[in-house]
C-alpha cells in the first residue's frame, strides 16, 4: 500500500544531506588561506632581514660605484661639475703627460705587489698550514700566535713596523748589526728599491694567518681513508702531499688566490699610512689606490685634483678587478675539476 511503502521507506537509513554551498567552498578554502599567508609571512621576513643589508650595500658599494662612472664622464674644476666630455678623462689618462706614465708606474706596483704577496705570504702560509695539520705540540698556540696580526688594526701594524724599520733606531737594523751583518742594514723604507718589497712583507706579514688557516681547514677536510690508502700503497709524505692533499685543496687556492689578487689591486692603507699619500720615496710605493686618491681628493703639497681623471681611475680599477676576477674564478675552476 502506498501508506506502507511510505513509513517503511521513512523507517530505512536517511540519507546524509549535502552541506550548503558556502561551507563546503569555507571547508577547502581555509588551508589555502592558510598556506598563502605563511608564504607570505616568509617573504615579509625575508624582506624585513635582506633589506637593511641591501640599503647599506646599495648606499656605500652600488651608489659609490655608479657615481664614479658618471663623475668620469664630466669635466670638473675643483670640486664643482662642468660639461659633460665623455670619454675624455680616459683619453686624457692614458695619452697625457704625466697622468700615463705615473697609471703605468702604480700599475706595475700593483702587479709586484702581488706576485710578492704570493710567494711571501701564501706559499709560506701553506707550509705553516701542512705542519700544524700533523698535530705538533702546541698547534693551538701556534694558530693564535700566526692569526693574531690580522686582529691587529693597519694603523698600529705601519706605525710599529716605521720605528721597527727605522735606519737610526729600528730593531731590525740593530738586530742585524748585532748578528754580524751591519752590512745589510740599510733605510728600508728610504730606499727606492726596497722600499716596496718591504712594505709588501710587512703587509704578508699581517694577513699570514688568514690563507694559514684556509688551508689548514682544507687539510682537515681530506678523509683520513685518502691518506691511509695512499700511505699503505708505499707512497712517501711528499707523495702523499703532492698526489692526494694539494688536489684536493684545489678550491681553497681559488679563494686564496681570488683575495689575494683583489687585495693586492686594491692596497691603499699600508702604504698611506707608512708612505703617505705621495707613494714615496719618488713614486717607489705609488699603487692604483694612492694614484687614485691624489686626483680625487688632491695631493698634501701641491693641492691638485682632477675629480674627472680620478673617477676614471676608480672606473679602469673596478673594470680591471671584476674582469680578471671572473677569468680566473672560471679557470681555477676547471682546474679544480681536472685535479678532482
Known sequence: MPGSNRSAAGSGPRRAEAPPPSVA????????SRGLTRRGSQRLWLVIFLAPATALFALFTTYPIVSALVYSLY??????RRELVGLENF???FTTFPYSQLLLNAFWHNVVVFVVTMLAQNVVALGLALLLARGPWGAKVYRVIFFLPVTLSLIIVG?????????????VNQ????????ALARPWLGDTHTALVTLTLVNAWRWLGFPTIVFLAGINAVPDEYLEAARLDGATEWQVTRHVVFPLLASAVTIIVLLTFIGSFNW?????????VSGGPNRSTDVLGLFFYRMAFGEVDTGLQDIGVGSAIAVLMFILLVTVSVFAAGWLRRREVELA
Open 175 to 182: 738586530l742585524l748589526a748585532t748578528l754580524g751583518l751591519a
Open 25 to 32: 567552498l569555507t571547508r577547502f578554502a581555509r588551508p589555502r
Open 268 to 276: 691603499f692603507e699600508l702604504p698611506y699610512i707608512v708612505q703617505g
Open 159 to 171: 706605525f710599529l713596523w716605521a720605528l721597527f724599520l727605522n735606519p737610526v733606531f729600528g730593531i
Open 91 to 93: 683619453v686624457r689618462l
Open 75 to 80: 669635466r670638473w674644476e675643483g670640486i664643482g
